[in-house]
């Protein structure tokens, strides 16, 4: 009875079977090239860079036309007399973007960046301007805008800001089928998974658990009989 009750002791003692690495981190890509709006200066390190332009316009209402900020031009149909707006709006809107190097030595496809990335406001720098924009802009926030009060535009007033595309810290991409594919940390170690090494120490564990309840039911069996020949 001794010699089965440490032997249960050491199946439950075993330890469990080694498992390797179940995925691997996702790969990020590089930028290529430092991006920067060549008229304000603006620069970033990210995978695209782009600048986006509104106007104070008037925009035709119910009540009558009513100033607002818009990124196209508003057409004169449908304006009060004398409430007119710009053909053009004097800057325009703009986007660069670098070639993004996977490890492979591939260039990642920009959709799939743009799908797995995020855009973040850039914090524009009044000493990047040329003199003649540093004249006619001011910094409001996280835009530049050359109203006078930035509270209280006027018709033609403007306001420029930038934001970069750059890949969250847990977002990264892993080699699928038909390229590469973006994935999060979390899901790189699912999706990477191999099954046939997740599943390979399943049958040692079982084996060894089993032996311990076989020896636990044949002592307690050794047990039951000791007490009822003792009877």
């Known amino acids: 009875m ?16 080694a498992q390797g690495p179940v995925g691997e981190a996702p790969a990020r890509p590089r930028p290529l090239e430092r991006l920067q709006d060549p008229e304000f200066g603006i620069a970033s390190d990210g995978y ?7 106007m104070v316009q008037w925009v035709p209402g ?8 818009r990124e196209l031009p508003v057409p004169a149909d449908g304006l009060e007399a004398g409430h007119r707006n710009p053909a053009d709006l004097p800057v325009a809107a703009a986007a660069w973007r670098t070639p993004a190097r996977m490890p492979d030595g591939r260039d990642l496809v920009p959709e799939l960046l743009e799908r797995a990335g995020e855009w973040r406001l850039l914090h524009p720098d009044p000493d990047l301007l040329p003199p003649n924009l540093a004249a006619t802009f001011q910094v409001s926030g996280d835009v530049l805008t ?7 535009p006027r018709a033609g007033d403007l306001r420029i800001r930038w934001a970069e595309l750059v890949l969250p810290p847990e977002a990264g991409f892993v080699p699928g089928p038909g390229g590469w594919v973006a994935v999060s940390q979390e899901a790189a170690i699912e999706t990477r998974a191999p099954s046939a090494s997740a599943e390979a120490p399943a049958g040692p564990v079982r084996w060894r658990y089993g032996l311990a ?16 020949a003792r009877a």
């Open 213 to 228: 309840a076989v020896l636990l039911l044949a002592l307690v069996a050794g047990l039951a009989w000791r007490r009822r």
């Open 48 to 54: 695209a860079l782009r600048r986006e332009v509104q």
């Open 62 to 69: 119910a009540q009558g036309d009513r100033l607002a900020w």
């Open 146 to 152: 050359t109203a006078a009060d930035p509270q209280r």
């Open 2 to 17: 001794r010699a089965a009750f440490a032997a249960l002791l050491l199946a439950l003692a075993l330890p469990a079977p």
